[in-house]
């Protein structure tokens, strides 16, 4: 049953994806959430699912850190698809937005369950792909915005699977226990705090957000804003173990880079007329408090 559980949590949004297009799919997004709501809830911790044969051997593992993040990002995508349910748009539209809104659920919550790299970078990259049509409006304005997030997604993704080579490389495996054992390169942790600060939208990384907010539908933004923007989180804590040696230099960097963040964010928040702006720099801000802290 727990096992059921953990696959359902990522596949069942996958899988229902194919049927979003339907006219009377409204709320499959909603039913979507309930296995990884059930999980989080269900699953003890220390919970494991091994699939030898999918990927390079993908594997499943709901710890404590896991469960942190399942549960608040489940009830964030439960609350952007009720909200989904009164949401005004064209047939057509409406049904395209419900296919990608579950690929990025969908990934979402493989990345969080991952046990390994590479089931880690399959969720990763279709949660951060999908949500590139969720950014998507009729303004041009909106159309550059989305371009814009595209380019810093692709990056990121590119810089994290450089990274995942190189840690391979030093460790022979795969899954994220086995990272502690040994040192990672320089180069593989720098790729990493860049890959995910774009997520979280560190200081210099952060110029997609503000324009992403702004004119992006409101359900894009609140799971931009909550599960998506988070993954970059979750990403430091799976591959950069805080039992390391030689990341002193890095914790001082994020310690400066938060500071700035945290700065950054409430002063140019605070200049703002826009109400999504300000969330975006809140967003700013926040994040730099939580690079601070790591």
């Known amino acids: 049953m727990n096992e059921l559980l953990m696959l359902a949590a990522p596949g069942i949004p996958l899988l229902i994806a194919v049927f979003a297009g339907l006219p009377r799919a409204r709320w499959l997004p909603v039913i ?3 296995p990884a709501l059930a999980a989080a809830w ?10 030898p044969w999918l990927l390079l051997g993908a594997q499943l593992q709901l710890d404590q850190t896991g469960r942190w ?11 952007a698809a009720l909200f989904m349910l009164r949401w005004v748009q064209g047939r057509a539209r409406q ?5 990608f809104f579950l690929i990025a659920m969908g990934g979402n919550m493989l990345l969080i369950l991952a046990a390994d790299m590479t089931t880690f970078y399959v969720g990763f990259a279709l949660m951060g792909l999908a949500a590139y049509p969720l950014c998507l409006q009729r303004s041009q304005r909106a159309r550059f915005a989305a371009r814009v997030y595209l380019a810093f997604t692709i990056t ?7 990274s995942m080579l190189l840690l391979f490389a030093g460790t022979g495996s795969m899954l994220f ?3 502690a054992n040994a040192p990672a390169p320089a180069l593989a942790i720098a790729l990493l705090l ?4 774009i997520k979280l939208a560190l200081p210099g990384l952060h110029p997609w957000l503000p324009m992403v907010y702004s004119t992006s539908p409101i359900i894009t933004a609140a799971v931009l804003s909550g599960p998506m923007m988070k993954a970059g989180l979750i990403g430091w804590l799976r591959f950069i173990p805080a039992g390391q040696e030689g990341l002193a230099f890095w914790g001082e960097l994020l310690l400066v880079l938060g500071a700035i963040g945290i700065t950054l964010g409430v002063t140019i928040g605070l200049l703002q007329r826009e109400a999504r702006a300000v969330l975006a720099y809140s967003s700013i801000a926040k994040m730099g408090l939580i690079s601070a802290l790591f």
């Open 95 to 99: 049904a395209l937005f419900r296919v």
């Open 156 to 162: 990121g993704e590119l810089a994290l699977f450089a």
């Open 177 to 179: 226990s086995d990272l």
């Open 32 to 34: 979507a959430v309930v």
């Open 194 to 197: 860049f890959g995910f600060g």
């Open 42 to 51: 269900v699953v003890p911790q220390g919970g494991a699912v091994e699939l």
């Open 69 to 79: 993040f399942l549960l608040p990002s489940a009830l964030i995508w439960l609350s």
